[in-house]
């Protein structure tokens, strides 16, 4: 009696839903929940909203600059450029990402003591080139700091990158720093390595990454085996295989970009800063967005 009376209950049940779901408002209601079901069942399994926020952050910290006087620098405005899947994680939800990544970045400063550009302003573009799980914030500086002459702390060009000085081409630009630094001649060589000629703090970049060779002609890139890969105009290029250049090409280098540009026959001058090394960024980040944080 009792299961005979259950299954005449579904069946009302399930008839009365039914007729519900033909109306065309209730209709579209349910096939907006599907599809908020389905994206978050579907979506790949990556960052979840609070982790996307925190990468985004320590991207921004990446722009923080200590002058040669020992104070630390701000910009206020960012892009910040994610996977499209990314940027859709973010429009779900884009008052929670842009009110806490401004309170994350305002509180990280006074805390920190930054002197912050102006006020702070962020923007967001889908960049298909970008992996999932990966943003990259760019900069704008109202007044950037005082990049003068310093007395230089970083060690000593190596022999092979010294020779054919003067020679007239591009110089290179850096995302994380804005440092311009003049491609000369001879070699230069990148890494997290402390005797490479352009030392990039960050886990994603390997000791050995990169070299940038002139051959009396061109400039040339090659990978040297590093573990993620070097990227040439957005596509991944073959381990010690060189790759010619030209200016406004953009060489990747784990989150950082190194950008041509047309320059002139001049030595590289220490900017007299110095961005955040990887630990810092990531000790900010977990303090102003711990893991978990959805709030």
Known sequence: MIQALALLVGIVVGFVGSRALRRPQNAAAAAAVARNVSGSLGR?????????????????????????????HAPARYVIHLHPEDMEMVDESRRWFDDGLRAAFTDAARAHGWTVDGKVEIGYESDPSRRPGVPAASAEWKSPPNVGPATS??????????????????????????????????????????????????????????????????????????????????????????????????????????????????????????ALDDSDRNRISREFLPPGNAS
Do not use: Y
Not at 52 to 57: D, E, H, N
Not at 183 to 192: I, S, Y
Not at 235 to 252: F, I, M, N
């Open 44 to 72: 790949r399994r990556g960052l979840t909203p609070p982790e996307l926020q925190r990468a985004c952050f320590s991207e921004m910290v990446r722009h923080v600059q200590v002058d040669r006087h020992g104070h630390t």
């Open 153 to 274: 702390t970083a060690p000593a060009r190596s022999k092979e990158s010294q020779r054919s000085a003067n020679v007239p081409g591009v110089v290179l630009v850096r995302s994380d720093t804005g440092e311009r630094i003049p491609l000369t001649g001879g070699t230069l060589t990148v890494g997290r390595a402390r005797d490479r000629d352009i030392v990039l703090h960050d886990s994603r970049v390997s000791r050995e990454h990169l070299r940038f060779e002139h051959d009396g002609r061109e400039w040339t890139v090659l990978d040297e085996g590093s573990a993620n890969g070097t990227l040439v105009r957005n596509r991944k290029v073959t381990a010690h295989e060189p790759v010619q250049l030209k200016p406004g090409d953009v060489v990747s280098v784990g989150p950082i970009e190194l950008r041509l540009e047309p320059g002139g026959s001049v030595h590289r001058r220490e900017p007299g800063t110095r």
